[in-house]
C-alpha cells in the first residue's frame, strides 16, 4: 500500500477585524467547547489565531471527507494530541496534525475520499512548523534537548549556521514527539537525527512562500528503542521550508505487520506500506471556506 500524505500551509490572517471574529463564531462549526478556548485567550491576536486555526482545520478535513465542518468531533489523548472521535475516524479513515508558528499554520492529512486506509493500519502523523528567532538563546539549551551527536554536528557549523540546524532539529524532533502523541513524556534527546555532509538546507528562494522539500536522502533518524514509543512503526521523515524563516517538518509512522491478517495486500508486514512524498498545498482559510466540497 502506498499512502499519499497531504499539507497545507494557510497564513493566519493578524489583522482579522471584529466582525470578521464574530462572523467566524457565527457559522456554527464550532462546538461550545471549543468557543470557550477561544474566548478564554486574553490577548486578541491569540483569540484571532485560535478560531482561524479550528475553521481550517474543519475546513480541510471537510475537503477530504463527506462530513460538514460543523460535524467535526475530536478527542485528545493523554498528551493533548487531537484526533477524531472513534466513530468520526470509522466513517472518513481520516489522521491528522496541526502545527502552528507565527504567521502560518500547518495541517497534515492521510486517508480519507481521496485514498481509504484500512482501519487496521495503526498510523502516527506528527507535523511542525517553526519560525526562526533571533531571541532563542540556542546554547544555553542545546544539553538539554539534543543528543550528543547532535550537538557536536551544531557546534562544527560556522556560527552563522547553527541557528538554522537548532530550529531545523527542533522542528524534527517535534514532529516525532506529536505522531507518538507522547509529546515532552518522550525526552528529545532519546532519538537523534544526521545531516547528510552535515549540510544545512538553503533552497535558493526569497522571502516569499514557496514550500520546498530538501532531497530524501539529507537526514538520518535514529528512533528510540523503548516498545512505549512504537516500536514496530516504519518511520519517514520529510523536511524543508516555507520561507527563509520558517521550516517544517513531517513524520509518518504505519505499522501494517498488526494488521496481516485481516487485511489484502498487507500479508508481508511493514515492507508492503510506503509512503509518497506528500502534497503541498499553499492556501488561505478564505479559499478553504469557500471550497464547494464544505458548502453543503
Not at 156 to 181: C, H, N, S, Y
Not at 215 to 233: G, T, V
Request: aromatic share 10%; hydrophobic share 40%; net charge negative.
Amino acid at each position: 500500500m502506498i499512502i499519499q500524505p497531504y499539507i497545507y500551509f494557510i497564513p493566519l490572517n493578524k489583522q482579522l477585524s471584529r466582525v470578521q471574529f464574530d462572523q467566524g463564531l457565527a457559522l456554527g462549526w464550532l462546538t461550545e467547547d471549543e468557543i470557550t478556548k477561544v474566548n478564554r485567550y486574553k490577548a486578541e491576536l491569540a483569540q484571532h489565531n485560535a478560531l482561524q486555526v479550528r475553521l481550517a482545520l474543519r475546513a480541510v478535513l471537510s475537503m477530504h471527507s463527506d462530513v460538514l465542518p460543523h460535524q467535526w468531533q475530536f478527542e485528545y489523548g493523554d498528551k493533548g494530541k487531537p484526533c477524531l472521535t472513534a466513530a468520526l475516524h470509522a466513517r472518513c479513515g481520516l489522521d491528522f496534525n496541526l502545527s502552528h508558528s507565527g504567521e502560518w499554520l500547518m495541517i497534515g492529512l492521510l486517508g480519507g475520499i481521496e485514498q481509504k486506509l484500512p482501519q487496521e493500519l495503526q498510523i502516527a502523523l506528527g507535523v511542525d512548523i517553526e519560525r526562526q528567532r533571533t531571541s532563542t538563546h540556542i546554547h544555553s539549551i542545546l544539553n538539554h534537548y539534543f543528543a550528543q551527536a547532535e550537538i557536536n554536528d551544531l557546534l562544527a557549523l560556522p556560527d552563522v549556521l547553527q541557528r538554522q540546524r537548532f530550529f531545523d532539529l527542533w522542528a524534527l524532533k517535534e514532529a516525532f514527539i506529536k505522531a507518538t502523541g507522547k509529546g515532552l513524556a518522550q525526552s528529545l534527546k532519546s532519538f537523534s537525527f544526521s545531516f547528510n555532509g552535515n549540510q544545512v538546507f538553503q533552497p535558493e528562494h526569497s522571502s516569499e512562500p514557496l514550500p520546498l522539500f530538501a532531497c530524501n536522502d539529507y537526514i538520518d533518524f535514529s528512533a528510540p528503542k523503548s516498545p512505549e514509543f512504537l516500536p514496530q512503526m516504519r518511520w519517514q521523515y520529510y523536511f524543508g521550508r516555507l520561507t527563509c524563516e520558517y521550516r517544517f517538518s513531517v513524520c509518518i509512522g504505519a505499522n501494517a505487520k498488526a494488521a496481516q491478517s485481516a487485511v489484502p495486500g498487507l500479508s508481508s508486514g511493514l515492507d508492503d506500506t510506503s509512503f509518497s512524498q506528500p502534497i503541498m498545498r499553499l492556501t488561505t482559510l478564505a479559499e478553504l471556506m469557500a471550497a464547494d466540497s464544505i458548502s453543503g
